[in-house]
DNA sequence: ACGCTAGGTTAACCCCGCTAGTATACTTAT
DNA sequence: ATAAGTATACTAGCGGGGTTAACCTAGCGT
């Protein structure tokens, strides 16, 4: 009775000691995410297979995940962060509000379209495969979406721009994660130039938005 | 050996007389579409739901479709000729070129959101499960974006807007797609008053392209 | 030495997409 | 009328997925 090793299995992982079952949590979530970009496929990120590369049996993810949603939230959780730097680091390349702005934008849909399915994921799945806290309170409290309305409030208080810095960056946020969600889902329709699009994109919507004399 | 309607299935279907097997198609398009609206759920559309509800077995589906996923974009195919009528219909409600634009965009924002699911599907899947034709040909040759494209070849002629027609139509298309597929994914977040976001967000976005003096 | 419990495992359920092989009823040719 | 052929559908089953209930066991605290 000492494990058939029937199909293939990965060595068994030797178990956490008392306190450190934590561990395992962090396993799984190195596992999901190799999985999810050597794989470029949110569908091989399944439970088995996360258990499988651990050395671990499926129910085990359990003790750690309420369930498949949550832990393919968990994985993708991080990019929140990086999303925030990147785009931080890209504002912080110019002193024009505006322009910083722009490259705001484009830095969003670059990060966007360079980790689709991270994208996918985060915001392009049915509600109901998608944690509460992912709807709302996890997005709405995001650096990325903070220092966005802070940037954008700035715009406005140095009449820049006009209207609610909130509603202003909402509509920001729709436009570049409209293009970015449609060059992810649609990446074989005949786009042009990206940089060109992007750039026409970003700058444009900002064009619409300045308070012009 | 009489069928033994093992789980309550439904009255078996007489079969189609010669030559009107293409019946059967119309008539899983149908069940498919009741069970995707009733149910407002893209998962409760499964193969064997639709095969149960026409009251034929599983296999019988994969005579007039090659999988499941060209099932579902059959099943909303008949919603690009709707969402081509409903902005059209939109676009002729003002004689100015541009407000015209402006309820194209609103119109079609309006009927994303009022038939997510279909929308979903058409516009927000992976690559993966998109049939080819619905990554580039449909999507391309749709009345609705053709239609889109001549609106802004006015615009642009009349020196309204400045720039390629094609470019400012793919990112205008962009634009009303964010805010629709955001609101969508994220029905539960604090949004504005939608109204006053979709009228934000298309009347800045216009006002962006307008060729000001 | 012994029990308790954190940290797992076994076995199974139910649903799914899909396929190979088979049956049945119409239509048409003889 | 009858036989052949084919469009139309079915039977049975594979492999895989998420999830759960019930059980085990190593090792720490007493």
């Given at each position: 009775m000492t494990r058939a090793n029937t199909t293939s299995s990965s060595p068994r992982r030797t178990?956490?000691?008392r306190g450190e079952g934590e561990k395992l949590r962090e396993q799984i979530l190195e596992a999901g995410e190799r999985l999810l970009i050597e794989t470029g496929?949110?569908?091989a990120v399944t439970i088995r297979a996360v258990a499988e590369a651990v050395g671990v049996t499926?129910?085990?993810v359990y003790l750690h995940f309420a369930d498949k949603d949550e832990l393919l939230f968990a994985i993708c959780e991080r990019h929140f962060a990086q999303l925030d730097r990147v785009t931080e680091e890209a504002a912080a390349g110019s002193d024009d509000l505006l322009e910083s702005l722009a490259r705001r934008g484009r830095?969003?849909?670059?990060f966007g379209i360079e980790h689709p399915e991270q994208y996918r994921i985060l915001f392009m799945r049915p509600p109901s495969h998608t944690p509460e806290s992912f709807q709302v309170d996890r997005l709405r409290d995001a650096a990325a979406f903070?220092?966005?309305v802070e940037h954008v409030s700035k715009c406005v208080q140095?009449?820049?721009i006009d209207g609610d810095p909130l509603l202003v960056s909402l509509g920001l946020w729709a436009v570049v994660h409209g293009l970015t969600s449609l060059l992810i889902s649609k990446p074989e329709f005949p786009w042009p130039d990206l940089d060109v699009m992007i750039d026409h994109v970003c700058r444009t919507t900002i064009r619409g938005l300045a308070d012009s004399p």
């Open positions: 178990r956490a000691r496929d949110e569908e499926p129910p085990s830095a969003y849909i670059r903070g220092h966005l140095t009449g820049l």
